[in-house]
């Protein structure tokens, strides 16, 4: 057997870890509202991120019925097209996946799994989520203000960006820079303490290599963000300043409508590469969590250890590593020095290995498994194949002369929901299905999650599968309508009324979602403290849901990695990581559990 | 087993669909083959990859679903696959990126004797300069632009003075021969984007980037914008006809120059 597997029953360091002050709730407010619980935060942090989700799906919705039904309602001119956009672009990347991930699904999870009893700045954690929901009420108020919100796409690029003839340049884009801002400073000390928790609270016999997966990949995208967003923070400001003081970091000489300006000298080139410099890592700070989290679910629901957990852990941090010198990728026609493309075009075009590894270590997790088609399996296998789709017309997009023709059109719109938007989604909601049940001590309910899958998998595929062609075509991106033209065949609309109609089945479908999270609540099955038989930590709390410091009065010991299914000579198919050894070969060494 | 048929019809479908869809790229009217060969080179490298991973996933869900008394092999690791994976993967990669950085390598390198032409965008029409006579484009400053010299020709400027204006009207090239697309936006960022040609960069305003390429078929081809410039953005539309040289010619008398322009105000 192969060095891991010993590894697995490796010594135990002697060193205990400091047991934890933890600041502790007086009353119903501190417990619910203002708490300082990690798995509180968590939830709430899960919670608002839905709800300005729901905001974003209802705009994707009318910018389908714009595209499927061009002309038919009144109420959606070009300007709110674009505001449509704009918003429903920045709120799905950044504040319902980026929150979700790390907000939820990390505050909720890394003390669990790694066996602390809750982060190590409980007060900075709760300050992180409050600065959060500012950040999304100032976002949401740009609604309500007069010339309503930007419609400046979510890429923000000047000069059109607070210019006149773009909707929302009084307010509106003032709002969404401030969000932002708001936003970079709540997740900094959000992020923070997942790193330092991560690698300072680990419980004893959590090496790093025996870590889940899940926590690999939100600890590499948070150190990712920690670097990442700081660029686009800088960048927000220059142009809140260029906006509001009338600056000119962004700003060359121009001529807006007729109208001579009083802007000179900046560089607008300098923005985008800020904006990518942030936006590209991005991606992956979306991406490697949910490679973390299907890493999990695969192993857990094949009943198989992962394969290749080393390379796992190699592939995230070198994609994580990579994602930072391949921003360019996004401004091969932006009109940089063209030997720029050489460059990034194999960067970006390397990422592919270690990404490919990843897919190959999860086919081959399920090849030879036990495989259980539970829901967030069918989640699992939905975004292998989302994912790997989407991956792969990257390959297209990152060959810089081949992004020539294709760049800003409907093929780029279908390439990034497929791998940013549809796969990680499924991911997303794989992992609710997954720890539903430990958060509330129910399952979902499994038929209507079946219904849920398939109606989504299937109706995100068909929307953006046949997309790609409208982008072949020639169809640019962010048009309100493409109107006449000698080139899109009258049958190119009907597509377009497809995509729109299954659109609005699929966002019916997450209704259903909805509707399991509450009705599951008082109806769903009991769980039980382990209902999918997992090996890591959070499934063996002494209570569920787990009380407030996790592990009662013993923090749990580690004495193995993540992933022992189906070890060979041990009957049960799981050996929890606080399990000592496998019940004979305990008996054989007379091992006693501390 | 129903879930496995289903992925099984999912990797099925999307080659079926994609041989016959009715919505491939348009004719191409430029030199850029090179690029549509890329393409395809590329989808056929993917396509591949797409269905032999998807197929694979769709025989593991089949072959190893569970079933009573079932269980797993364990093996945490095989250094000999993973390998193995790796350089297959890398050499296919190496397949797509070598061509492509070739194909770039000419798409950036404009023949010396291409004829620089300028296009400029504001929000939200197109306008086209062409060089008079003397076969050069004289200098532009953004600041003087103004209503009697709305693409702000330096008027100091001797090489600017024969200079063809277009305002508001389509281009016209003459077939075959190249031509090296200055672009110029005098306000926010633009792209003159012909599908035909397949080339496009941005315009930004501040600076003068450039494309070439080599008209290869005559008829009138829709311009378009491909980078969002404000409300109107999906209505900036112009057209540009790709001519005989003698049809060219004859167009070609019939326009002004900056200094007709000039003198008649
Ligand atoms: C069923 C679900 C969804 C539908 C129907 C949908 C639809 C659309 C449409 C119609 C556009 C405008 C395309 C254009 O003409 O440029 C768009 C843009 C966009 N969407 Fe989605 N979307 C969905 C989910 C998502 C998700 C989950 C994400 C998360 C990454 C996402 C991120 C974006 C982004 C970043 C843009 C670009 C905005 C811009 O151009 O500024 N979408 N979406
Ligand atoms: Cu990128
Ligand atoms: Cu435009």
Redesign the pocket.
């Known amino acids: 057997m192969s060095e891991l597997a010993h590894g697995a029953d490796g010594p135990i360091p002697a060193a205990e870890v400091p047991e934890m002050e933890l600041p502790h709730p007086h009353g119903w407010w501190t417990t619910y509202v203002f708490s300082q619980d990690a798995k509180v935060i968590g939830i709430q942090y899960s919670l608002t991120a839905l709800a300005i ?1 729901m905001v ?2 209802v705009l ?2 009318l ?2 019925l714009q ?1 499927g039904f061009p002309g038919t309602f009144s109420f959606i001119d070009p300007q709110a097209y674009y505001q ?3 918003m ?3 709120i ?2 950044v504040y ?2 980026t929150a979700l991930f790390l907000g939820g699904f990390g505050n909720y999870l890394i003390p669990l799994m790694l066996g602390a009893r809750d982060m190590v700045f409980p007060f900075v954690n709760m300050l992180s989520y409050w600065i959060y929901l500012l950040a999304v009420l100032v976002l949401v108020a740009s609604f309500f203000v007069p010339g309503g919100p930007t419609g ?4 923000l690029y000047p000069p059109q960006a607070i210019l006149t003839g773009t909707p929302g340049r009084d307010w509106g884009i003032v709002l969404m820079l401030v969000s932002l801002c708001l936003f970079i400073a709540g997740f900094t000390m959000g992020g923070l303490n997942y790193v330092v928790t991560v690698l300072q609270a680990r419980t004893r016999g959590m090496t790093l290599m025996r870590m889940p997966l899940t926590i690999w990949g939100i600890l590499t995208a948070t150190v990712m963000a920690l670097l990442a967003f700081p660029a686009l923070f800088v960048g927000a400001v220059m142009l809140l300043l260029d906006r509001v003081l009338g600056t000119s970091f962004f700003m060359p000489t121009l001529v807006e409508m007729g109208q001579q300006l009083r802007y000179g000298g900046g560089s607008p080139i300098l923005f985008q590469h800020l904006f990518w410099f942030f936006g590209h890592p991005e991606v992956y700070i ?1 991406a490697l969590p949910a490679f973390g989290i299907v890493s999990d679910l695969i192993s857990t629901h094949a009943r198989r250890n992962i394969f290749g957990y080393r390379m796992m852990v190699w592939a995230i941090v070198v994609i994580g590593a990579l994602s930072f010198v391949v921003w360019a990728h996004h401004m091969y026609v932006s009109g940089m020095h063209p030997w720029f493309g050489f460059f990034f075009a194999t960067t970006t075009l390397i990422i592919a290995i270690p990404t490919a590894i990843k897919v190959y270590n999860w086919l081959l997790t399920l090849w030879h498994g036990n495989i259980h088609l539970n829901v967030p399996m069918l989640f699992a296998l939905g975004f292998i194949v989302t994912f790997v789709n989407g991956g792969l017309t990257g390959l297209f997009l990152g060959n810089v002369v081949v992004d020539v023709p294709l760049s800003d059109t ?1 093929f ?2 279908a390439h ?2 497929m791998v ?3 796969a ?2 499924m991911v997303i909601f794989g992992g609710m299905y997954h720890w539903y049940p430990k958060v509330t001590g129910r399952m979902l309910d499994s038929a209507m999650g079946k219904v849920h899958f398939w109606v ?1 998998f299937l ?2 595929y068909a ?2 599968f046949p997309m790609h062609y409208l982008g072949l075509l020639g169809v ?4 309100y309508e493409i109107g006449e033209t000698s080139f899109v065949p009258a049958s190119a609309h009907d597509l377009n009324a497809f ?2 109609v299954v ?1 609005l089945v ?2 019916a479908a997450q209704m259903l979602f909805l509707f399991n999270l509450i009705w599951s609540l008082w109806h769903g099955k009991d769980a039980g403290p382990n209902p999918w038989r997992a090996t890591t930590l959070e499934w063996q709390t002494p209570e569920t849901p787990p009380g407030h410091g996790n592990w009662g009065r013993e923090l749990p010991v580690v004495y193995r990695w993540a992933y022992d299914y189906a070890v060979p000579g041990v009957e049960q198919d799981f050996v929890p990581q606080n399990q000592p050894l496998p019940p004979r070969a305990q008996v054989a060494k007379g091992d006693a559990t501390p | 087993m129903i879930v496995a048929l289903i992925f099984v019809l999912v990797a099925v479908g999307s080659v079926v669909f994609h041989l016959l869809s009715p919505w491939w790229w348009t004719p191409i009217a430029s030199n850029w083959t090179y690029i549509d060969a890329t393409i395809t080179m590329t989808f056929w490298i993917t396509g591949g990859v797409f269905v032999a991973v998807v197929l694979f996933l769709a025989y593991c869900v089949f072959r190893f679903r569970a079933v009573p008394g079932g269980r797993a092999t364990y093996e945490p690791e095989n250094k000999r696959l993973e390998v193995w994976l790796t350089v297959a993967t890398a050499l296919g990669v190496a397949a797509m990126l070598a061509p492509g950085l070739f194909v770039w390598s000419r798409y950036i390198s404009v023949p010396a004797h291409a004829t620089e032409i300028e296009v400029v965008g504001q929000q939200w029409r197109w306008s086209y300069r062409l060089p008079g006579p003397d076969g050069r484009l004289g200098a532009v400053e953004t600041r003087l632009i103004g209503p009697d010299n709305p693409l702000g020709l330096v008027p100091g400027d001797a090489a600017g003075q024969d200079d063809i204006i277009i305002e508001a009207e389509d281009l016209h090239l003459p077939i075959g021969r190249p031509v090296k697309v200055l672009l110029r936006s005098i306000d926010v960022l633009h792209d003159f984007y012909v599908p035909e040609f397949r080339a496009k960069m941005d315009m930004v305003p501040g600076s003068v980037t450039y494309f070439w390429f080599t008209p290869t078929r005559t008829g009138t081809f829709d311009v378009l914008c491909a980078e ?1 410039c404000g409300s109107g953005h999906s209505m900036m539309r112009s057209r540009v006809m790709v001519q005989t040289a003698a049809d060219y010619q004859a167009w070609l008398e019939g326009q002004r120059s900056f200094a007709q322009l000039a003198n008649r105000k």
């Open positions: 989700g974003a799906l994707s919705w910018m389908r595209l449509f956009i704009t429903h672009g920045m799905m990347v319902l996946l400046a796409g979510w890429t979306v409907m780029v719109v990034f929901h940013m938007g549809v990680p989604v989504t109706g995100a929307i953006f640019p991106r962010r048009y995509i729109s659109a699929v966002g | 969002l």
